[in-house]
């Protein structure tokens, strides 16, 4: 009897279903912030329209332990029995914080080959919203491309969701699992079957099932990120399902599209064109939010259509409004008119949108300060611009997609000069002014709303003038640990008479140790009446081992008249370091001197000839021989040519550094690889799996070492070594009652031993899996006598608790599989209703973790029962 009543209250329960609960096909959740709090939620779900289901509201649950519904406002009718349902509501959260907001709805339809009696499982979406006022307004992207689309077996099948994020984020994707009741993944889910592949494209959004296998109905995800400033600050999950059918139409094809970058006002103008095979009228659809979205809207025109071709026209006059760091998504989707069923191409191309470089003209010494001045940028639509400095020259060209400045360059920030009509700004070093001998580089950029940054301007170049004698060479003559010699020269002082300084005069050289040398003692002194001696050779002195610096001043040596005239002038040898790489010998060249050095030609000494040989030269002060072969000695020396920045000042000034020997080895470790983990929690085990991508990099590969750690709070310690290079993935292996779970890194070690960094950490912690049977028959039939859980090694005890109606413990255990044979005080119980409360102790990898359940569970005791699952 009471298995004949369970069976109809099934029955109805499941009939009811598939009248009034399984019409959901797809659906997502948006929000636009309102204020620091409040937020506006937009759910938009896809229907079938001959399902007699409908919803004019839906529950929200917010992350923060409230509900509250959400009225439909819109309902739109598309192809293919699809209706769009849009939802909207309000709502403001109690402080900052990481919430995951949930919208279900009873059922999915019957027959989603995907997931296991789908007509039994709850359908849910869910977002990820980062409160955090700090960050700025920050709305999720809007999905502009509905789901509605059909596949074809034997035919790839591509869905893209057209996202737009109106702040300019950045946007990544990802195959997610479709979930259940309260945003739970759903138990033995599986992506679709696919002839090559099935993938989400993680940068255009593409997703790709390469081809459907078999006809029927899937249900797939997606997992849109979306990033700033390196953090991920929300995401927004699209569940869509995918209707495969068998038929000999042959989808339309796009013609082939590139991606553009272009700058603010530059128009991206060409034709798109589509072409059916079968012969059929062909209807062609553009998505972006360049269409709507912007102050200068694009277009997408109809040129020519007939039946097996359409032709399309796209227009986007490009704007200053329009310029920002992420490019610009654009579809192009084609659909064929076929009276079997209509197929679709879709192809997207992408547009980046660059502020034009602002006009850098000059940089003018001012003292200890460098003044640079730009012409008057082209847009008021800036907020200013960013002054980037560095030291030595780049001469770097950006490419036509690159803003900003490359951080590799070694630019730092300096200061900002407010506003659109700005055309100038002092350095002064945030007021503790510039170093003399430094040659300075600048660029800058225009900064527009939202931190975009423009293209960079061209590179102009300072250095302080100081200096009375101007200083024109410290040039090493001869290289020794002992007896080197360094010849310095400097310019004769004119212009004296307006001081006054009539003279006699004495000049005073001194010394210090290093090219950044303070410690000045004098050297040589000598008085002239004409000024005419400007040179001095420095001997015997350590050239071998270190650089110098010379300070050369010149005093008024008249009686009871001395005085020091202006400032000394300072200045530096040229000394090289060169240090030892595999198969090459690094060249560092080091100085201190008031001019601009443009040029550094190498030279290198040929042991035939017993000459120094030019082999090359470089604008940056390092150089890098790579003709060389390990543990041979080479010997190398650099001349400089430089000249200084202010008119009326030496040019055309040449100094030589030092010799300097190296013997190459290897000791450079090999590349990073990449690596992917994933799980396998039925048998187990964590598979790694790892690519390098560079030949190069991989030629040099001896190994690798694998790194694991079961907790966040320890260390990492080796787990595996691999000494074939070609064997790229690992299986690890856990025991029963270990949890499947930790961290892993990877390097790489050459032949000699030299090994790589490791690669960023990745945590795995993924298998969660333990349910209570709310229904069990102990009758002593030898079937389901005894209440077990479904467990993992992951769990280590539980605390479960039965009672009855009367609230009196039955049963109370901490072994995580239950094992309650039905009895209490000896006695099988009753039948009935009993309730439960059970507190789960997981290991993760952030320790021993605790969540709760609670719960029914039906005991049947009627010989011949069937153990059956009571839904909810």
Known sequence: MINKLVGSALFMVATGLSLYGTHNRAGEITYVQISDLTYEITITTFTYVLSLADRNQLDVEWGDNSTSIAPRVSITNLPNYYKKNVYVTRHTFPGPGVYRIVVQDPNRNYGILNIPNSVNVVFSISTVLMVNPSLGQNDTPVLLNPPYDKAAVGYKFIHNPGAFDRNGDSLSYKLTVCTREDGKPIENYTYPPATKAFYVDSISGDLVWDSPTTIGQYNVAMEINEWRYGIRIGSVVRDMQIEVYETDNTPPENGALRDYCVEAGDTVMFQVESIDADGDLITMISTSGIYNSVPCIATFDSISG?????????????????????????????EDNNPDIELFDLDNFRIKVLGPAPDLTEAIPQGKYIRINWAGYESDYIEGFNIYRREGATFFEPDSCTNGIPSSLGFEKVGFAEGADATTFVDTNRGEGLDNGVDYAYRIVAVYPGQAESKVSDEVRASLVTGVPVITNVSVISTDLNAGEIYIAWKKPDQLDTIPATGPYEYVISRAVDVSGSDFQVIGTFTTADLNDTTYTDTPVNTLELGYTYRVELFNNAPGNRFLIGEPGIASSTFITTDPGDRKAIITINRNVPWINSRYDIYRYNTLTSQFDSIGSSVVPEYIDREVMNQNEYCYMVRSLGAYSAPG?????????????????????????????????????????????????????????????????????????????????????????EAVAGCYAISALDSAGNESLLSPLICIDSCNYYEIPNVF?????????????????QVEKVDFRLFNRSGTLLFRTEDPEINWNGTYKGQVVQPGVYFYQCDVFERRITGLETFSLSGFIHLITEKGAEPVIIEY
Not at 309 to 329: G, K
Not at 693 to 703: Q, R
């Open 777 to 793: 028959t102990p009758n002593m039939d030898g079937r389901n006598d005894i209440l077990l859980a479904k467990t993992t090694g």
């Open 306 to 334: 007939v039946a097996g071709l359409s032709v399309y026209s796209f227009m986007w006059i490009t704007c200053h409004e329009t310029v920002r760091d992420m490019p610009y998504d654009i579809l192009i989707k084609s």
């Open 649 to 737: 000042l030496p040019d055309s000034l040449v100094n030589y550094s030092q010799e300097s020997c190296v013997v190459p080895f290897d000791n450079e470790p090999p590349c990073t690889p990449d690596l992917s983990v994933s799980t396998n929690c039925d048998s187990l085990y964590n598979y790694l799996f790892w690519m390098v991508n560079d030949p190069d990099c991989f030629g040099d590969i001896a190994g690798y070492n694998i790194f694991f750690k079961g907790k966040f709070e320890e260390d990492l310690s080796l787990l595996a070594q691999i000494d074939n290079r070609s064997v790229m993935n690992y299986t690890h292996q856990f025991v029963p009652g």
